[in-house]
Each structure stands twice: as C-alpha cells, then as structure tokens.
C-alpha cells in the first residue's frame, strides 16, 4: 500500500476516534463516573482508551464548548457543576425550542415518523416499569431528539444540540425522586397522544411544561448535592 493510500486511512480514522472521543466523554459525565466538580483524571483516561493526550484534549475542547467541562489555565479540566441560576437561565430557552420543535413535528409528521416515536414511547415505559433509569433516560432522549428531527428546522436543531448537553445531566437528575419520575412518564403519555392527533398547540404547551415541571427538581437535587 502507497503513502497516498495510508494518509486517506488515516483522515477517515481520525474524525472516527474524536467523534467516539467525545461520545464517550460525554456519556462518562452523564452517568457520574467523572463527577461534577472535580478535575478530569486525563492520565488515567488515556491509559483507559489507550490514547495520548493529544486527542484527549482535543475532546475535551469540544466538552468544553458544550458547557459540560470547564478548561482552566494550568490547571486542567474540570466537570463543570451546573447551579441554581444556570437551570433557571437554560431551563425557559429549551422549552421555548421544545414547543417550537412540538408545533413544527405536528405540522410535518408522516404516519411513520408517529409509529417511531410511538415505539420508543412502549420501549421508554418498559424501562419504566422496570426501574432501569439508565435506559429510561437514553431512550427519553431519543425520543425528544426525533421530534426536533421531525420538526425538520436545521437552526432550531443545531442551537437545540448546542445546549441539550449542558443540561443532560440535569434532566436525569429530575427524575431521582420517585414522584417526579412517575409524574414524567404520565407527561410522556400526553405528549405522545398530542403527537398522533397532530395537535401543534397542546405538544407545544406540553413539551414546554414538561421540562419546566423538571427545574425544580433538578435544582432541588443540586442544592442538596452541594450541602
């Protein structure tokens, strides 16, 4: 094989090992195994993926630019800790995009685009009712990302993607409690059945309310993490 040959191997690899880099990083920071407030053990991560530091802190740039780490001088990287105030300032924005992505979708929804969402609706309740939170919340985001796809606006989807890591976190967060949980798979159901009657204006409302009912949860949680 020629040196032409390899350097194309190489530019296909590379954009592979970041984008998988930075996936794993992000779901490392959703599920707790790297902390909020404490700084990024990046000698042993690249031990783990077995790595240089090099594309490492390529990744963590790009965590960096999503909100969920914070790059210091000299000091490292650090899981950023969300407060108080950041729900109250992000929390109103996502649910200003979710009910305008709700209002869109009922607009272009197709038959098939209804049974997706529905399916993943049935796989999120099986989660549910099998106390895996894990899953639940995985699916639940597949289900939020396909209704903004459906809402088919490119903007409202990158400055949705632009933020939805951010408070990843803290929407799995608001379901610790119990309650809440079982307060946002009926919310579910709602959304669903707004979704299959096309009703713009009530998934909208819904959406919106649905993660608004979430911010005092979350911040709920938050406050107590930092006593």
Not at 2 to 10: F, G, M, P, R
Not at 170 to 184: E, F, P
Not at 186 to 207: F, S
Request: hydrophobic content about 40%.
């Amino acid at each position: 094989m020629n040196d032409s040959a390899l350097a194309v191997i190489e530019e296909i690899r590379r954009p592979t090992l970041h984008e998988e880099l930075v996936d794993r990083l992000r779901e490392m920071i959703f599920q707790g195994e790297l902390p909020v407030g404490t700084r990024v053990p990046e000698r042993e991560l690249c031990a783990k993926f077995g790595i240089s530091r090099t594309p490492l802190r390529e990744a963590l740039k790009v965590c960096a630019n999503d909100g969920v780490v914070t790059l210091l001088p000299n000091r490292g990287a650090w899981i950023t800790q969300l407060t108080p105030e950041d729900v109250d300032e992000l929390f109103p924005i996502m649910g200003s995009l979710e009910a305008l992505s709700g209002e869109l979708a009922c607009c272009n929804a197709t038959d098939t685009d209804v049974a997706e969402v529905r399916a993943l609706h049935y796989e999120m309740a099986m989660h549910y009712a099998r106390g895996d939170r894990s899953s639940y919340n995985r699916v639940n985001q597949m289900i939020h990302k396909k209704i903004m796809e459906i809402a088919a606006n490119p903007t409202l989807l990158h400055v949705y993607r632009s933020l939805a890591e951010r408070i990843r976190r803290a929407r799995y967060l608001a379901n610790v409690s119990i309650n809440r949980w079982d307060a946002a798979m009926k919310e579910h159901e709602a959304i669903l059945a707004a979704l299959e009657a096309r009703d713009g204006t009530l998934l909208a409302c819904l959406l919106k309310s649905h993660l608004l009912n979430k911010r005092e949860a979350v911040k709920k949680v938050i406050r107590e993490g930092d006593r």
